[in-house]
């Protein structure tokens, strides 16, 4: 059984940092992507960063050269490192990792977090990030 806990959100003003981190269990299979979704009120679900068994890794332009993904395979850890936090980034943050094979984290990012995905993946259940000015 695929399990993920999320941990670490706070609230911060515009312009500081947080960590976020996801503790996974259960995840076996040899290909996949794990990476970070977020979701804003009545807003979809988006993927901002993903991270390959290969330990590739992808960002979505909103938040590239801010955010770096890391994962300590020997402590089933992902991360989610976020600098220069502005208000957009104010919203609820998933761990997720796919149900198999995946092997592209743009595809992952891009699509996963769509509701009509989203049963591709698993998730955890999410930790808050508001950002105020």
């Known amino acids: 059984q695929v399990n993920l806990v999320e941990y670490g959100g706070g609230s911060v003003q515009v312009g500081g940092s947080l960590r976020l981190f996801c503790s996974y269990s259960g995840v076996t299979y040899n290909k996949y992507c794990m990476g970070w979704f977020r979701e804003a009120p009545g807003q979809e679900r988006e993927g901002v960063a993903a991270?390959?068994?290969?330990?590739?890794?992808t960002y979505a332009d909103s938040v590239k050269g801010r955010f770096t993904v890391s994962r300590y395979s020997p402590q089933n850890k992902l991360t989610l490192q976020m600098e220069d936090l502005q208000p957009d980034d104010t919203a609820m943050y998933y761990c997720?990792?796919?149900?198999?094979?995946?092997?592209?984290?743009?595809?992952?990012?891009?699509?996963?977090?769509?509701?009509?995905?989203?049963?591709?993946?698993?998730w955890g259940r999410g930790t808050q990030v508001t950002v105020s000015s």
């Open positions: 997720a990792v796919d149900r198999g094979d995946c092997s592209s984290g743009s595809t992952f990012i891009q699509l996963y977090g769509q509701p009509g995905f989203q049963d591709g993946a698993y």
């Open positions: 991270i390959l068994t290969d330990g590739s890794t």
